[in-house]
C-alpha cells in the first residue's frame, strides 16, 4: 500500500472516531436535557462509565443505520413517498431503542417518543460532522457525494481524457422571465444574479396558446406539442377525457409526439429525467409520469428514491422539512385569511401535504438525483422543480409565500452547480422555464358563478342554486344577465352541483377549464360543431359567452368562414385574416398566429374561451381555483425564459424570437451537439400502436407510482 493509501485511510479514520466522538458528546448532553433518556443505571454511575454506555450506544447506533437502515428504507419503497417521509422519524427512533437495548446491563433506556427525537439529532449531528470534515478534503467530499447519491466512484479523472462537457437542463416550473428578473433584482436568487453578471444570457420565450407544462415540456422534450389544445380536453373520436397529469394521458401524448417526429427525444443518448411529465427518451427516470403509468416487476425499483433516503440524515432532514412546510402553509393561509386578502381562494385539506410534497420531497430528492447523474458523468439530464408553480396558483405568483420558494430553488441550482465541480466531466447548466403565471381573481370570485354554469345558461340547461344567490347579476353586463334570468326560469338544480368533468347526458356540454383557458364540447356530435351548428341549438350561448366582461374572445369553427374569432360587441374576425391587432391586440405579439395554430389542431374543442387580460395590472380570470393561474393567453403566463451559460451558442440571432416549445427544442438539441456532445434526438422506429415510449429495452432507475386520484392542477 503507498502512502498516499495509507494517507487516505489515516484520514477515514480520524473522521470516523471524530464522528464516534461527536455523537457520544451528543448522547451525554441529551441525556442530561432530556429527563425520559438513561444511559445510566438505577443507582447511578461515575462520568467515566457513563460517558462509556454512551459511546457504546453511539457506536452500535452508528452501525445499524450504516447497515439495518438500507435494507428498512429499500423495504419500504414502495409505500407512498409521503408516508415513507413521515415515517422516517420513527424508524430512527426505533433503531435508537435497539442500540439502547444493545447496551450491556440495561443502561440504556427511553421513551419511544424520546427515542424519535433523541435519534433525529443524532442523525443531524453526525451528518453535520462527517460533512464538516469532509469538505476540507475534496476527496474525501467527492466520495461522500458518490455514497449519498448511490453512484460508483468512477476511475480517477486524472488518468483518462476529459471527456466533452455534459449538459444539465434545469426547468423551473411556472417562473415567467419578469418573475425571475424582479427575483434578481431583489435579491432572492444570488446565484442566478451571480451568473447573469458573469455573463449567462437571459433569453424570453413565448408559449403557445396552450401556456401550460403538459404541452411545453412535451414540445421542449419530443419536439413536438402538436394536437394539444390544453391542459385537459376532450377528444370527440375515442370519448376520452385528456389530462395531461394523468399517466395514462402524459402516456398516450409522448407517443403520439414520438410517432409524429420519428425521435425518441431530446435526452435519447445517455440521459436521465427527473421529476418530469414526459421522459424525453432518457434511459435513467424518476419520478416521471409516463414511467408511473407503466405496471410490472421492473418499475417496483424506486432507486431515485432509495438513493436519497437511504443516508438517514437526508430522510430526517426532509421528513423535519416536510413538517414545517405544513405548518409554514398552515400559517400562511391563517395569516391571508385574518388579513382578508384578495384575491384569496381556499387552502385546506390535502394542500398543505401537496405543497409539501412538492416543495419538499420532490425537491429534494430530485437534486439528489441530478447530483448523481453528474458524479456519474451523464451526457445530459433534464429535470423539473415544481415548486414555484404550486405555491403560485394558491398563494399568486407574486408575495412573501412566493418569494420564499424561490430563495429554496436559488439554494438547490447553487449546490447542483458546486456538486457539478466534482463531476468526471465539466457541466454546463441551463436553466429555463415552461411558462410563467398571471395574477388575477377567480371568474367565479369575480362574477359569481363558473365557465360551466355561465355555459349551461347559455344553452337553457339547469344550473345551481348558488348562481342565483351570487352577485353575477349585476357585475356580467347586459347580455350575461338576460341569459342568467331566462335560464333561471327554467328548473333549478337542488342542493350544491357536482363537479364533473363528463355530463350525466351526452346532449350536456362538457366544460373543461385549464387556467384562463376554457374548452366546451357537445359530445354527441361527432364532428367539430360550427358557429351556425351551435346557433341553431343553442341560439343564446355564443353571444352570452362572447358579450360577458370576463372573457375576452372565443374561438369557433365556422361553415361561412372556416373559423372565426368571437369577442365583445359583436366583433367577429376570420382566423385566417386575424392579425396581433383587432380582438387580440390586447394579448400581445404572437397571439393571432399562436389561436390560428391551434385551430389546426385535430382535437381543438367546439368553443375555444380565453378569459380577459387587463394589461395595467395584467390580471387575469381563471376558470379554476387558482389567483396565480397559466393555459392561455395573457400576461406573463406566456412569457417563459432560458438562462444559458455564455460557451453555449446563442439561442436565437440578434433581432429573432424564440417562439413556441418546439423551438426551445431545436435550441437545446443543438447545444447537445456542441463541443462533440452527443447526437440527438435519435431516429426510433416504432409501430403506430407500440405501447412503449421509450426503447424497451432499457431499465428505468426509478419510477414514482401514482397513489390515489391525481392531485388537479398541481404540475400544469
Known sequence: MGYGRWRGAGRAAVR??????????????????????????PDGDSFTRTALTAAWAAGAFGLLTALVWPLVVRALLLVPALVLGLLVFFLNGSLLLVALWLIPDGRGAADPETAVAVAAVMSAVASATSTGLAVRDDDAYRRRLYRLTGRTRPRDPRSVPVPAPGTVFLQLDGVGHEVLRRAVA????????????????????????????????????????????AFRWYEKDTGRLMVSNRPASAVELQRRAVRRTGDGGLLSLDGASRGNLFSGGADQVALVLTVAARRGRRNRSRAGYFAYFSDPANAVRTAGSLVNEVVRETAQSTRARLRRETPRVRRGGTYPFVRAFATVVERDVVVAAVMGDMLAGRTAVYADFVAYDEVAHHSGPQGRDTDQVLRRLDRSVALIARVAEHAPRPYRIVLLSDHGQSPGETFEGAYGLTLKDLVRAGCGLPVSRRVGRTRSGAEAGDAARDALRSALHRPVETGEETERELPARPSEPVVLASGNLGLVSFPDVSHRMTKEEIDRRHPALL???????????????????????????????????????????????????????????????????????????????????QIGSHGGLGGEQSRAFLLSPPELSPPVGEGEELVGAEHVHRVLRRWLREDDGPQVPLPVERPADAPETSPPEREPESTLPVEGPVVPDGDH
Open 16 to 41: 470516523v472516531v471524530s464522528v464516534w466522538a461527536v455523537s457520544t458528546v451528543t448522547l451525554l448532553v441529551l441525556a442530561g436535557l432530556l429527563p425520559d433518556f438513561q444511559l445510566q443505571s
Open 186 to 229: 431583489d435579491g432572492l436568487m444570488p446565484t442566478v444574479a451571480e451568473w447573469l453578471d458573469a455573463g449567462h444570457r437571459l433569453t424570453p420565450w413565448r408559449t403557445d396558446w396552450s401556456s401550460q407544462t403538459g404541452a411545453s415540456q412535451l414540445g421542449i422534450l419530443h419536439g413536438s406539442n402538436e394536437d394539444v389544445p
Open 543 to 625: 353571444r352570452t359567452l362572447a358579450q360577458h366582461p370576463g372573457i375576452g374572445f372565443l374561438l369557433v369553427a365556422s361553415a361561412a368562414h372556416g373559423s372565426v374569432v368571437l369577442a365583445r360587441d359583436g366583433v367577429e374576425v376570420p382566423v385566417a385574416e386575424l392579425a396581433d391587432g383587432g380582438p387580440l391586440a390586447v394579448f400581445g405579439r404572437g397571439a393571432a398566429d399562436a389561436v390560428r395554430r391551434t385551430d389546426g389542431f385535430p382535437h381543438v374543442a367546439d368553443v375555444m374561451v380565453n378569459s380577459m387580460y387587463d394589461p395595467a395590472t395584467g390580471t387575469v380570470h381563471a376558470f379554476e381555483e
